[in-house]
């Protein structure tokens, strides 16, 4: 049976996507989104944030790395992985990341906005 890892962020990006190409021509971009907790923060009382990393690919990738900026809010729909090595001390690290399946970037115009201008 398979199992199910499928997750919903809403966030804002904490610097611009960096865009790769890698050896066999697949292009990934990664970014990190800074997701708030408590929805009623105030500048006086942030709340809580946690900052995860984000890994988009192909044709995602591109768009990602041309639409999303610094600042700007993304809602993204994805799956958890996590990535596995040894450090140079011989430890064991892991890290989780999203694998994005959907972005959807907030505030760019619609096609009649588009088409208008």
């Given amino acids: 049976m398979k199992n199910l890892s499928h997750i919903i962020l809403d966030g804002n990006l904490t610097s611009d996507p960096e865009l790769k190409t890698l050896n066999n021509g ?30 988009a690919w192909d044709k995602q990738a591109g768009n990602c790395h041309e639409y999303l900026k610094k600042g700007k809010k993304a ?30 970037f907030d505030g760019l115009p619609g096609r009649k906005e588009r088409e208008a201008a």
């Fill in 26 to 55: 697949k292009s990934v971009a990664t970014f990190t989104l800074a997701v708030n907790h408590d929805y009623r923060s105030t500048a006086e009382n942030p709340g809580e944030v946690s900052f995860i990393d984000v890994e």
């Fill in 75 to 104: 809602t993204v729909i994805g799956e958890l992985r996590q990535d596995r090595w040894k450090a140079q001390d011989g430890s064991n690290r892991s890290k989780v990341k999203v694998v994005v399946h959907t972005v959807r």
